[in-house]
C-alpha cells in the first residue's frame, strides 16, 4: 500500500499485520545494469551503465521509471536530496557532486538534455540497489517506496536477482514500512554520526524514534548511584 507521508514523500505502508519472520513481499528488478554507486572509481562506469540500459529498455519500462520513480528534491523530509549533495557513500564523502557527474556524461550521452541526466544520475544514487557482491545494482519499483529508520522494521536480503523484505519486529496494518539505508556497523552507531552519514550522500535528517528519542548508545553509569543515564544529544 503506498501513500502519501509528511515528511516521507510517497512511502509504504503494510496492507495487514505482520510477524516478527515473516516474508513481507519479494520483487524482481524493472531494470538492471553493471556496477554500483559506492566509490568515486565505480560511480562513472555504473552511471553509464545504467544510461545505455535505460536507452535499450522498452517503453513500457521507461514509463515506469518516469511515473513511479522520483529524484530526490530539497526538503525536510526523510526521502528529501539535494542534488548536489556528494555522489558517493559514507566512506568517499569527498566524492564528486552529481552535477560534475552529469557534465562528465554529457558529451557520451549528448540526445538527453543535461537537466535530465542529473535527474537521472540523482534517481540512481537514491533507489539503486545492488547485489551480487556489488557488482551489478538495479531499480525495485516497491523498494523505493520504504523509508528508512535507524530503529526499521523489515530487513531486506538479496537472494539472485530478487530482494526479499522480511519482518524483524510485529507489523500491524497500517504501520510505515521501513529498512535501514545504513549497513549494519553504522546502524548502531551515535545519533549524530548517524545523523552525518544519512545527510551527506542522501541530504535528509533522519527523525525516527531512534534519533529523535534518547541515544541509547551513549549510556553511561553514574558513578554515585551505578544507575545507567542516557544522553541525548543535539
Known amino acids: ?6 515528511g516521507h514523500g510517497r512511502a509504504a505502508f503494510a496492507d495487514r499485520a505482520f510477524r516478527v519472520g515473516d516474508l513481507v513481499w519479494q520483487e524482481e528488478p524493472l531494470i538492471k545494469w553493471q556496477g554500483n554507486t559506492h566509490t568515486n572509481s565505480s560511480v562513472l562506469l555504473a552511471v553509464n551503465s545504467f544510461l545505455e540500459a535505460v536507452a535499450a529498455a522498452t517503453p513500457e519500462v521507461r514509463r515506469t521509471i518516469e511515473q513511479h520513480f522520483r529524484a530526490p528534491e530539497p526538503g525536510p523530509g526523510a526521502h528529501a ?8 557513500n559514507h566512506e568517499n564523502a569527498s566524492g564528486s557532486l552529481v552535477p560534475d557527474i552529469a557534465e562528465a556524461l554529457s558529451s557520451v550521452h549528448e540526445g538527453i538534455p543535461l537537466a535530465d541526466l542529473t535527474r537521472l544520475i540523482s534517481l540512481v544514487r537514491s533507489n539503486a540497489h545492488s547485489f551480487e557482491g556489488g557488482k551489478a545494482s538495479a531499480l525495485f ?4 517506496m520504504v523509508s528508512h529508520s535507524c530503529a526499521p522494521n523489515l530487513r531486506v536480503q538479496t537472494t539472485g536477482e530478487k530482494l526479499f523484505y522480511y519482518a524483524i519486529k510485529p507489523i500491524a496494518a497500517g504501520d510505515l514500512l521501513s529498512f535501514s539505508y545504513l549497513d549494519q556497523q553504522f546502524l548502531w552507531q551515535p545519533t549524530r554520526p548517524r545523523v552525518q552519514l544519512l545527510s551527506e550522500p542522501y541530504g535528509f535528517v533522519c527523525h525516527c524514534s531512534r534519533c529523535d528519542g534518547l541515544d541509547t548508545t551513549r549510556c553511561f553509569t553514574c558513578p554515585g548511584t551505578h544507575i545507567s543515564v542516557d544522553i541525548k544529544v543535539s
Open 1 to 6: 500500500l503506498v501513500r502519501e507521508h509528511p
Open 81 to 88: 536530496a539535494h542534488l548536489t549533495r556528494s555522489f558517493t
Open 141 to 144: 519499483p516497491q523498494a523505493a
